[in-house]
């Protein structure tokens, strides 16, 4: 673009012809006779000619970009933020009474009748005020949560979600008994997987949706304009016993707007809703003893991380309940496996176990032939304290795999002794489900202190070794693709829930009693 810009004294400040601003710094002019500079008569002034150009590169983000989706699911799968805004309230409208119009010529005694009757017709309250038409709410945006929905891949396509606004009221400026309110906007509802917990953009928690149905209401429309009566002066007075909306000057022309809706930004993070984890080191056979306990087919290879993202199975109840087996099921999530330096970043890293937050029991799979399965054991071990010393308090099952292989079955006596040396008498304390793992921020009065003491509670627990943790619950050797003694390993972990249900029951009892 070429724009002529006068030249005060020997500096240059150029101004645009688009809207925005350009600022930078004063450009020095040289007063030699090289440039072509057009001076005035008067010398004061100089002119010339500058040609720009403004050149915006937005760099995409790769959570946007659809082949990264494709390629590298596992890394956008659990966590994404997205925009939400609900829908404006419609306008209301200004209105005048039709006594206010003159009759034409062409209109008779029988019109006038007409009209007195529509009069007597307007809408009114129980005190006899009248009813004037408001505009429509606006759309609210509600999240909820879906059991048809697995990962939150979709939302990284459409990070912004808008609702619609409310309609305005349709008048022609003249009150009359037909009018209506403007129609309501209706909620937009975004469906998310099951455990997902829904927080501002770094800000407070809004819900935890544990459970298929919950929902929260995460921005709320706006409110529609009321309508306003116009009338001249001499005869508000009289009009004010019937109605309060009349409008008295034009600043009162405000409230016919509707209200703007709210804009939020939410970080919307996904906790797989399961009973039981199944943690290991890479090619131990998780998703082998998943495929071979559940329905569940997820991808089985002889290579490292065939796991990239979570999959879920559903364990049958107890038949030794009878009835009450239908109410002993479990899910099963098999997460992706751990290598040594994982909370470092190698391997996949330790994002995913955030999944094991909800989790009740951990089954850890252990590799039985590999060279040395104990270290292996000692790996996944350390990693889960590195990252959270709550889960090495809960209730856990070893599984030693493939013991059909020669190897791993004579190591199999040596290996269970040496497992059990590692750990204390503790008992289990059921942290599955309890409040410290929760992400909330709870008012309290003395919030300093309570997060000051949490803060020493949690260095003191990780300065704790795995050797003063819990001992593991039982320990099975299992060949999970030969099917050998893959009963007695369902015994144990069923055994185990049993535990972790009857230690829910008796804290739930306790806090009522207190109560």
């Not at 029951?505 to 806090?511: H, N, P, R, T, V």
């Amino acid at each position: 673009m070429a724009t002529l810009v006068s030249l005060p004294s020997a500096y240059l400040t150029p101004r645009l012809t688009i809207d925005k601003l350009f600022f930078g710094p004063l450009l020095p002019i040289s007063t030699s006779t090289k440039h072509n500079w057009d001076l005035n008569k008067s010398g004061k002034s100089r002119f010339c000619t500058i040609k720009s150009r403004l050149t915006t590169r937005t760099k995409e983000s790769p959570s946007t970009n659809p082949d990264t989706l494709l390629k590298e699911p596992h890394k956008y799968f659990d966590q994404v933020i997205i925009t939400v805004r609900s829908g404006d309230g419609g306008h209301g409208a200004i209105l005048t009474m039709p006594s206010q119009q003159r009759a034409t010529k062409s209109q008779g005694k029988h019109d006038n009748k007409e009209k007195s009757k529509k009069k007597l017709s307007y809408k009114r309250d129980f005190d006899g005020s009248l009813i004037l038409p408001v505009g429509g709410h606006g759309g609210d945006v509600v999240i909820y949560a879906d059991e048809g929905k697995d990962t939150l891949l979709e939302l990284h396509k459409k990070s912004r979600h808008n609702a619609k606004r409310g309609g305005n009221v349709a008048a022609m400026g003249v009150l009359t008994f037909q009018l209506r309110d403007g129609l309501a906007a209706p909620t937009l509802r975004i469906p998310v997987p099951v455990g997902t917990v829904v927080k501002r953009k770094r800000g407070k928690l809004l819900a935890d949706l544990k459970q298929p149905g919950d929902e929260v209401l995460v921005a709320r429309g706006g409110q529609g304009g009321i309508s306003l009566i116009e009338m001249p002066e001499y005869r508000r007075k009289k009009l004010m016993s019937l109605t309060t909306n009349v409008m008295r000057d034009e600043s009162d022309k405000v409230l016919v707007l509707g209200q703007p809706g709210e804009e939020v930004s939410l970080e919307l993070i996904l906790r797989v809703v399961a009973d039981v984890g199944l943690i290991g080191l890479p090619n131990a056979g998780k998703s082998t003893l998943l495929a071979a306990i559940t329905l569940a087919k997820p991808d089985i290879a002889d290579y490292p991380f065939t796991t990239l993202m979570p999959n879920l199975g559903r364990l049958d109840g107890d038949p030794d309940l009878g009835p009450g087996q239908y109410s002993s099921e479990a899910t099963l999530a098999d997460l992706p496996g751990l290598i040594e330096g994982a909370h470092l970043g190698k391997g996949l890293g330790r994002n995913f176990l955030r999944h094991l937050r909800r989790t009740r029991l951990l089954v850890h799979v252990v590799d039985a032939s590999g060279d040395d399965p104990l270290n292996d054991y000692i790996t996944v071990r350390e990693e889960l304290r590195m990252y959270n010393p709550n889960y090495l308090e809960r209730p856990y099952v070893v599984v030693l795999n493939k013991i059909d292989l020669p190897k791993a079955r004579d190591k199999l006596p040596h290996l269970t002794e040496e497992i059990l040396k590692i750990g204390s008498d503790i008992v289990h304390s059921e942290l599955g489900m309890s409040s410290r793992d929760e992400v909330q921020s709870l008012p309290t009065e003395g919030g300093e202190a309570t997060t000051l003491s949490s803060a020493i509670s949690v260095e003191d627990r990780m300065d704790k070794g795995i050797e003063d943790y819990p001992r593991p619950a039982a320990i099975v050797g299992v060949s999970v693709l030969k099917g050998i003694r893959v009963n007695d390993m369902l015994k144990e972990i069923r055994a185990a829930l049993r535990k972790c249900r009857d230690s829910n029951d008796a804290l739930e009892l306790s806090a009522r009693s207190r109560e």
